[in-house]
């Protein structure tokens, strides 16, 4: 039986690959866990108390595009974190925000552009679920360096304008997984006069905006605001998986223009699964909620000067602006991460993983990328394990 041939050469998920690498092989110490961004913080305490009284909720097919409590929640985070107001036509409540940038492609990217197949752009690396969107809407992908050279953001303006001229969306990621890297108000200023010049819709995945060092990372609903861009060129992604250490509640949401969250809700009501009631009740409460994305914030500060002190004296160490993660050079991502295992028992994920081979070249192919999502005892453990290993 014949399978999409638009689909034949995807390499296999990041962690399927690891454990491919990693698993028949014994740990030389107790595991670490530093590969994939689960926050492991303390979730608000009150989700379990809303849980518990929404109950009832499960007996009813949830709300399609998001409860009114839910949406109002949504639209006054956005008012207090950004200072833009949307209303509920503007907004689209998401069973995580991976069925978001997903689902988005698939409803906003036409299947022809001037006259020729379209092209989806997407940093290199990259979250994995860009790719898939982009060839599940029968476009094709456009890994764009996203490297030290470049400020670890992708350069979209370097490209040929025959080039730009096809394509349909650029995703974007800020601030930046795996590198942490944080699109100034200029990077989104340029971005979106380009996003006009050659008629395009900007996706920008800013699921880890509320975890920073000290200045909140600007987004790009506000620079749109601010510039007076045409709302429909911008589509934004948040969740609380990050910001809220929810990772299993899978809610975040989607902001646009009217016309752009009109395509995604009919496409999710014909093909998506929206969130139980009682899951968008707790959703609700978590978004009106800053108390404990402070307490949150100051645990990955701490981790922060954590991998600062330990890392800090490596010329191969450059301190993340924001996000929970450690890109880390190295001679050979895959190799790194096997000697690693084998010597100290800590588990990272290599580069290579996350990129795509361009041109015969990964750009991730001499990094690993370390998460600190474990608690600081550990964390300061494993960052210790991983210098005296890899580094010393």
């Given at each position: 039986m014949a399978f999409p041939e638009r689909f034949s050469n995807l390499p296999e998920y990041a962690f399927p690959r690891l454990r491919a690498l990693l698993d028949h092989h014994q740990p030389g110490g107790d595991p670490i866990a530093m590969?994939?961004?689960?926050?492991?913080?303390?979730?608000?305490?009150?989700?379990?108390?809303?849980?518990?009284?929404?109950?009832?909720g499960f007996a009813r097919y949830p709300a399609n595009n998001g409860t009114p409590a839910l949406l109002e929640a949504i639209s006054g985070w956005l008012q207090r974190r950004?200072?833009?107001?949307?209303?509920?036509?503007?907004?689209?409540?998401?069973?995580?925000?991976?069925?978001?940038?997903?689902?988005?492609?698939?409803?906003?990217?036409?299947?022809?552009?001037?006259?020729?197949?379209?092209?989806?752009?997407?940093?290199?690396?990259?979250?994995?679920?860009?790719?898939?969107?982009?060839?599940?809407?029968?476009?094709?992908?456009?890994?764009?360096?996203?490297?030290?050279?470049?400020?670890?953001?992708?350069?979209?303006?370097?490209?040929?304008?025959?080039?730009?001229?096809?394509?349909?969306?650029?995703?974007?990621?800020?601030?930046?997984?795996?590198?942490?890297?944080?699109?100034?108000?200029?990077?989104?200023?340029?971005?979106?006069?380009?996003?006009?010049?050659?008629?395009?819709?900007?996706?920008?995945?800013?699921?880890y905006a509320e975890i920073y060092r000290a200045a909140p990372p600007p987004g790009i609903l506000d620079v749109a605001q601010e510039v007076g861009a045409d709302p429909e060129r911008v589509v934004s992604f948040h969740s609380l998986s990050k910001r809220s250490n929810l990772p299993g509640l899978r809610s975040g949401f989607v902001a646009g223009g009217p016309q752009s969250i009109k395509a995604i809700r009919q496409l999710r009501a014909y093909s998506g699964a929206p969130l139980s009631e009682p899951l968008q009740a707790v959703a609700a409460a978590v978004w009106d909620d800053e108390a404990h994305v402070l307490e949150n914030r100051a645990l990955y500060q701490r981790k922060y000067e954590i991998a600062d002190e330990i890392l800090g004296g490596l010329n191969a160490y450059a301190p993340p602006e924001a996000g929970f993660f450690l890109w880390l050079p190295i001679a050979n991502g895959e190799a790194a991460a096997l000697k690693l295992w084998r010597e100290t028992g800590v588990r990272v994920l290599p580069g290579a993983y996350l990129s795509r081979d361009v041109a015969g070249e990964n750009p991730g192919a001499g990094y690993i990328r370390v998460a600190l999502v474990a608690p600081e005892d550990e964390t300061r453990r494993g960052l210790t394990l991983l210098r005296d290993c890899l580094y010393a």
């Open positions: 590969t994939i961004g689960e926050p492991r913080h303390p979730m608000p305490p009150f989700v379990g108390d809303i849980l518990a009284a929404e109950l009832g950004y200072g833009v107001t949307l209303g509920e036509e503007r907004l689209m409540a998401l069973n995580g925000t991976r069925e978001g940038l997903f689902n988005a492609a698939i409803a906003l990217s036409p299947e022809m552009k001037n006259g020729k197949p379209p092209l989806i752009l997407m940093p290199n690396p990259f979250y994995q679920v860009y790719a898939i969107g982009a060839l599940t809407a029968g476009a094709e992908p456009v890994f764009v360096p996203a490297t030290a050279a470049t400020g670890h953001l992708p350069d979209f303006k370097s490209l040929p304008a025959e080039v730009l001229e096809r394509v349909t969306v650029a995703y974007i990621c800020s601030p930046a997984n795996p590198q942490g890297a944080v699109a100034s108000r200029d990077y989104w200023a340029d971005l979106l006069a380009l996003a006009e010049q050659h008629d395009f819709r900007i996706f920008a995945d800013e699921c």
